[in-house]
């Protein structure tokens, strides 16, 4: 399949992708309420090293310079999450005008920049208001959510084109609700299943909420996702692996596509029907514009018959010896083109995004520059695979690398760096790094190639060589 500029120009979208908790810092300035994470970071041992967020990198003062730099590197999408309780203090009710002006300046300014807005409008940061209530294992999130989301696109959709419901739904459940290694820390099965079931309603109906107000807005959500393979061809491992990329692959994905939750192969969601009242089955589902695809690795799976619930245990890439991130992830390439091609066979997507990829790796600063070569090569050939994919048929029109600058990177504080862009925490300096400077390039010079077939790909190899 071969692609011309202007239809190469037209559908694809290059861009960064990064999140207001882990960025913006000013946790409570000017009139912003706690949040979840705000509170979280708070607890001995949850983070590393205890550290918090509450300045990080300072984005709030720095937008205008972060900004001015992403435009002088050549990027032209930038999507990045509004913080809730910087909008709504207690999470619902009365607003908070000075961080109503602070996303206005943000969004206007990426505008003067050339660059496109992409929001994303729940990033893991609830509340800590409503979650006192429940959160989002209280039913009652369906409203909050409602008003929430309301209120943004009344405020901000008249020059914000693209809108993202939910960041990885099943991370933040997971890891929340029933793990406890993330904000709010809760456990178990219980909280899990009342919290996925009430994020995956939210999905669905925020994503009303914005095609009622405006029905030329272009909605989507994103979801995490890794390619799952079993450890041997044994039947035990086989079916464990089926179990896990049922957990971590579908339970989010095909609600929203009209199929339910995937129980015939996951039984423990049998036991959400505790949860669903009439009518949710159809609430569950709506039509998207694009589905949201993030991707940094692929699991490897083995039965594992003391492991409640899943029966599958996933072994980690460190004990495979395999290559690996900073994150003990493996760098895994054709993860991502594996999972395109399964979300690319679900008859109802009819569009892809890669809302995130990336990579962390041990950055080093010498006399001023930080030459990350291991985060070009996986940039290189992560992208390569993603357009595999898209000359074999997948509807994948946009690649957002994870992250701009170096962050707050959750319980794993500020010791992983993913950014494009390294940042001195202590004094607030920015360096751009050897990769931000070649995906600048890459996206200045590539998107006028007049194919991306193998003459791209030959192509591609000699300009990194350089």
């Known amino acids: 399949m071969k692609y011309g500029i202007n239809d190469?120009?037209?559908q694809f979208a290059w861009g960064v992708s990064t999140a207001a908790y882990q960025i913006e810092g000013a946790h409570l300035k000017h009139g912003k309420g706690l949040s979840i994470w705000d509170e979280f970071t708070q607890k001995k041992g949850k983070i590393f090293n205890n550290q918090n967020a509450n300045i990080a990198c300072d984005y709030y003062q720095h937008y205008h310079q972060d900004l001015a730099l992403m435009g002088a590197l050549n990027i032209p999408n930038y999507r990045f999450s509004i913080s809730w309780s910087r909008i709504f203090p207690e999470g619902t009710g009365a607003v908070n005008h000075p961080g109503i002006d602070f996303?206005?300046?943000?969004?206007d300014f990426c505008l003067e920049l050339d660059i496109q807005p992409w929001i994303t409008l729940y990033h893991w940061d609830l509340p800590l208001g409503l979650e006192r209530k429940g959160g989002w294992a209280n039913?009652?999130?369906?409203?909050?959510?409602?008003?929430?989301?309301?209120?943004?696109?009344?405020?901000?959709?008249?020059?914000?084109?693209?809108?993202?419901?939910?960041?990885e739904p099943m991370v933040f459940t997971g890891a929340g609700y029933f793990l406890g290694v993330h904000a709010p820390g809760k456990k178990g099965i219980s909280n899990f299943l009342q919290a996925t079931h009430h994020a995956a309603l939210c999905q669905a109906e925020g994503a009303r909420v914005i095609r009622s107000l405006d029905s030329s807005l272009k909605i989507g959500t994103t979801f995490s996702c890794s390619h799952?393979?079993?450890?041997?061809?044994?039947?035990?491992?086989?079916?464990?692996?089926?179990?896990?990329?049922?957990?971590?692959?579908?339970?989010?994905?095909?609600?929203?596509?009209?199929?339910?939750?995937?129980?015939?192969?996951?039984?423990?969601?049998?036991?959400l029907e505790r949860y669903v009242k009439d009518g949710d089955e159809a609430k569950l589902a709506f039509d998207m514009d694009f589905i949201g695809l993030q991707n940094y690795t692929r699991e490897v799976v083995a039965h594992s018959y003391f492991t409640p619930f899943v029966q599958a245990k996933i072994i980690n890439a460190g004990k495979r010896n395999v290559e690996r991130t900073l994150m003990d992830w493996e760098v895994y390439p054709e993860s991502i083109y594996q999972m395109l091609k399964k979300f690319g066979a679900y008859e109802?997507?009819?569009?892809?995004?890669?809302?995130?990829?990336?990579?962390?790796?041990?950055?080093?600063?010498?006399?001023?520059?930080?030459?990350?070569?291991?985060?070009?090569?996986?940039?290189?050939?992560?992208?390569?695979?993603?357009?595999?994919?898209?000359?074999?048929?997948?509807?994948?029109?946009?690649?957002?690398?994870?992250?701009?600058?170096?962050?707050?990177?959750?319980?794993?504080?500020?010791?992983?760096?993913?950014?494009?862009?390294?940042?001195?925490?202590l004094t607030q300096k920015r360096i751009v790094k050897a990769s931000g400077f070649w995906y600048s390039r890459f996206i200045k010079h590539y998107l006028s190639l007049t194919d991306i077939s193998g003459r791209w790909e030959r192509r591609f190899q000699l300009s990194y060589k350089k």
């Not at 199929?259 to 969601?269: F, Q, R, T």
């Open 228 to 271: 799952v393979e079993p450890v041997s061809i044994h039947d035990a491992d086989v079916l464990a692996a089926s179990r896990i990329d049922a957990l971590l692959n579908r339970t989010f994905l095909e609600p929203l596509l009209g199929m339910g939750y995937p129980v015939n192969d996951l039984k423990i969601l049998q036991r």
């Open 348 to 425: 109802k997507i009819k569009n892809i995004i890669v809302t995130e990829n990336g990579a962390a790796f041990d950055d080093i600063v010498e006399d001023g520059v930080v030459n990350d070569v291991s985060r070009q090569i996986f940039l290189q050939d992560h992208i390569t695979q993603v357009l595999r994919a898209r000359e074999e048929g997948v509807n994948v029109n946009g690649y957002f690398v994870w992250t701009f600058t170096d962050n707050f990177e959750w319980a794993e504080g500020f010791h992983p760096r993913f950014g494009l862009v390294y940042v001195d925490f």
């Open 139 to 167: 039913r009652d999130v369906l409203g909050w959510f409602e008003e929430y989301v309301s209120f943004c696109i009344r405020t901000f959709g008249d020059k914000v084109k693209y809108w993202m419901v939910l960041n």
């Open 8 to 10: 190469f120009e037209k």
């Open 103 to 107: 996303y206005k300046r943000v969004i």
